[in-house]
């Protein structure tokens, strides 16, 4: 029903991308959005062997034969090395994965213009998650296929410019030659053909696939996210210089409390470790770790299986549009 450059490019039905999600974004939530039609993702953050993370790329090869993306987050990180990087750029050459969304350094500079050329040859497509204009021309001068524009909205670590999703991508649209995909407040259909009018090429999203039956996650959290507001999500970590938006906890408060008096990452650091979040995804305890979703919980109704919410949103987006269209006089 969609074309567009993003469907163009891998052969997909549906121009849906999954964004990476440390801790859920695994085999069964990827497979199964690529298998409806959409782009799963797998973020390499998840494993620290080889042996892990080639397994895992394995595995979701066995669940579906669609393409699917692999998340690289080259931010600071006490259990990711520079040696993991190396590690999962080797192994997605030799999986000649379909694509590989990076965020955080751009890839050129974390691993340097090598990385780029090794992937490029084994017909990997590159995607930056970026902020700015001025970070999405950098990724598009050093080879990139595309960006991943995502706007203040988003779940994760926006970046600090504060930039709308709605301001965001008209202006990468306009700046640049790459296809954009529109990341940030996107979780339905209205949403979907509101980037795709801006000229966004696809949307990513990631809370929404929270809120999935094929997600790993405690259900309390799928019932938190159909239950909270757009209002409920906040940002923090200014203070140390790595932004981030997560649902209002306690925790949330707490960690803001710290900032607010000066704390620093050592004060900080206990509350927002890797394990934390881990454990609270797990058993379901929204008020112990932040967890990072975007404001787009907002739109969040229901729980739903990949499959139907991508038919939903499909359908959907295709009735925005053609009622869009209505609304011009010839
Ligand atoms: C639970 C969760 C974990 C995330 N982890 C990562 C990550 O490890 N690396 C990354 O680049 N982005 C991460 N993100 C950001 C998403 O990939 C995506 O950019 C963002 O969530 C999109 O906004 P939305 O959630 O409102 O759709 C995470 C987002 C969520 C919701």
């Known amino acids: 029903m969609f074309k567009t450059a993003i469907t163009e490019m891998f052969g997909i ?13 695994k085999p069964p939530l990827c497979a199964a959005i690529s298998n409806a039609g959409g782009m799963g993702n797998l973020t390499a953050g998840n494993y620290t062997t080889e042996e892990e993370f080639r397994g895992a790329i394995q595995e979701t090869r066995r669940r ?107 202006r990468m649209v306009e700046s640049l030659k790459i296809p954009v995909v529109a990341v940030g407040g996107i979780a339905d259909g209205r949403t979907m053909a509101a980037a795709l009018t801006l000229g966004a090429q696809a949307v990513m999203m990631a809370s929404r696939f929270i809120a999935t039956q094929e997600c790993v996650v405690h259900d309390n959290i799928k019932q938190e996210l159909v239950k909270r507001q757009e209002y409920e999500t906040i940002l923090f970590g200014k203070s140390i210089g790595l932004q981030g938006r997560a649902l209002k906890s306690k925790v949330i408060e707490e960690i803001l409390a710290i900032e607010e008096k000066g704390g620093g990452v050592k004060e900080l650091f206990p509350l927002m470790s890797g394990e934390r979040i881990k454990e609270a995804w797990d058993k379901g305890h929204v008020q112990d770790a932040p967890l990072m979703v975007g404001q787009s919980i907002g739109l969040i109704k229901n729980v739903l299986s990949c499959k139907e919410l991508l038919d939903t949103m499909a359908k959907e987006a295709a009735e925005c549009l053609a009622k869009a269209k209505r609304m011009v006089q010839a």
């Open 13 to 25: 039905k549906c121009p849906i991308i999954c964004g990476a999600m440390m801790w859920l974004s």
């Open 64 to 170: 579906t034969d669609k393409p699917f993306m692999v998340n690289l987050t080259f931010m600071p990180s006490v259990r990711i090395s520079p040696e993991h990087h190396q590690m999962y750029i080797k192994v997605c050459a030799e999986e000649k994965v379909a694509g590989i969304e990076v965020s955080g350094t751009p890839l050129d500079k974390a691993a340097g213009m090598g990385a780029v050329e090794a992937l490029k040859k084994a017909g990997v497509k590159l995607f930056h998650k970026v902020g700015a204009v001025r970070h999405a021309l950098h990724a598009q001068k050093a080879g990139y296929d595309g960006v991943y524009a995502a706007g203040i909205e988003e779940g994760g670590h926006p970046l600090n410019d504060d930039v709308t999703t709605m301001v965001l991508i008209p």
